[in-house]
């Protein structure tokens, strides 16, 4: 029995020092950017056979450390300012791709410093590339994730070929005298608005939308372009590039849309005859309220909002990513362009995944597969960019198991001794 005593108080000693170097470990990262601290978990040894039942009153043989679970609660997150650093608030991991110690494959992390490198892809700080689902150019994202690869060229232009308008046409304004002339255009009619368009080589004009009252709730409108940029240029006249007429109902809603004239316009040295669509809101006759867009009430003429689809080139200014991950490219002309949406994988246990170092994880079979999504979906975390999430180590909790497994430390060695001077009371027995 002393002699078990004895290795009962070396099996304390091995795993006090096993968890010691556990709470180290936590100490020791608890600055590291998306950590996740351990702990250790005893198990009781038996000196005996559990076949052996209750009935025995053999004592244990000591303790032995039956494993180490790894915690995966929320780490604070901490705000950076840095645009491409980024955060999981809830549960699940960033996807990233490459090569650690000689190891290629897919690796999972909560560590969200990434940086676009010099060949344009989303990398961490181990330069294993971010994965995600990429933006296709009508602005569907893919069905499988690949390497995230942000366009940094020059965005090219874009030319415009449709504008809105949302606007309110005075009803009691009265039919100017003078007959339309698109050369004196301010006295022939009531109200104008005037938008920036884009030709092909993203050159900037103007197009001037004059509204003229014709009768009992109808307005006439004309689009005048200045003649001096157009090919052939019409020098110091104005040139009427399209027409037509809104009727509206004694309510003030848009009733019909009649376009006469369709815009048609071609711009020096840009391409030819370029198509461009005025759109006043949907009208009753086109299945709508005819209040969502140009109406006719009572109150002064204005423009309360307008927009066209037209845009200049751009450089690449940065890239911004919002709540469910979807990251934007960012350009000088004030576009913003879809790159790809992140990936953000789930598993069945997390505590189960393997520890790979550099903050990553690999997925094992007590892990379970990694079941690809997106941020926000499926009980997966939303992100929160320019934060990163904080070490989940307490210091003041882990301080204090310190002090447990030196105490259990030093106590296990009382035991050794004690059973020490125990045998040696016995040897002096036959003196």
Do not use: C
Request: charged share 15%.
């Amino acid at each position: 029995m002393v002699l078990r005593a004895m290795y009962s108080g070396v099996s304390g000693l091995r795993a006090e020092g096993e968890a010691l170097g556990v709470v180290g470990d936590n100490i020791a990262n608890v600055n590291t950017v998306g950590f996740k601290g351990q702990r250790v978990i005893f198990h009781d040894v038996l000196g005996h056979s559990i076949l052996a039942g209750s009935a025995s009153a053999l004592p244990g043989s000591g303790v032995r450390v039956g494993g180490i679970q790894q915690l995966f609660t929320q780490g604070s997150l901490a705000n950076t300012g840095v645009s491409t650093d980024l955060a999981l608030n809830g549960d699940g991991f960033f996807a990233v791709k490459g090569t650690v110690a000689g190891v290629s494959g897919n690796f999972y992390t909560r560590a969200g410093q990434f940086v676009i490198n010099n060949d344009g892809y989303l990398v961490n700080s181990s330069n294993l590339e971010v994965q995600g689902y990429a933006a296709g150019p009508n602005g569907t994202f893919a069905a499988s994730v690949s390497s995230l690869k942000v366009p940094t060229a020059a965005l090219p232009p874009m030319a415009t070929t449709a504008i809105e308008m949302t606007a309110n046409l005075d009803s009691s304004a009265t039919t100017p005298t003078l007959p339309w002339d698109a050369q004196d255009p301010s006295n022939t009619s009531n109200f104008s608005s005037s938008i920036t368009v884009y030709d092909s080589l993203g050159n900037s004009h103007s197009v001037d939308v004059y509204f003229r009252k014709t009768g009992a709730n109808t307005y006439d409108y004309h689009a005048i372009a200045n003649g001096d940029e157009l090919q052939p240029p019409v020098p110091g006249l104005n040139v009427e590039i399209g027409t037509g007429s809104l009727a509206f109902t004694t309510n003030g809603a848009l009733n019909t849309v009649t376009t006469t004239t369709p815009i048609s316009v071609s711009y020096a040295g840009a391409t030819a005859a370029q198509a461009i669509t005025l759109d006043f809101g949907t009208s009753i006759a086109a299945g709508g309220t005819g209040l969502d867009g140009t109406t006719q009430f009572a109150s002064p003429s204005n423009i309360s909002a307008q927009s066209q689809d037209g845009y200049s080139s751009g450089d690449f200014a940065g890239v911004a990513v919002d709540g469910q991950g979807i990251v934007m490219g960012l350009y000088t002309n004030g576009e913003k362009v879809a790159v790809g949406q992140l990936g953000v994988a789930k598993f069945r246990a997390n505590e189960g995944l393997g520890r790979a170092g550099q903050g990553l994880w690999i997925e094992t079979r007590d892990s379970g597969n990694a079941a690809m999504g997106t941020a926000a979906s499926g009980g997966r975390g939303a992100v929160s960019a320019g934060t990163l999430e904080s070490s989940n180590v307490d210091l003041a909790e882990e301080f204090v198991g310190l002090i447990q497994h030196q105490r259990s430390f030093s106590a296990n060695s009382k035991t050794i001794t004690t059973a020490d001077e125990m045998l040696q009371e016995l040897i002096n027995i036959k003196r």
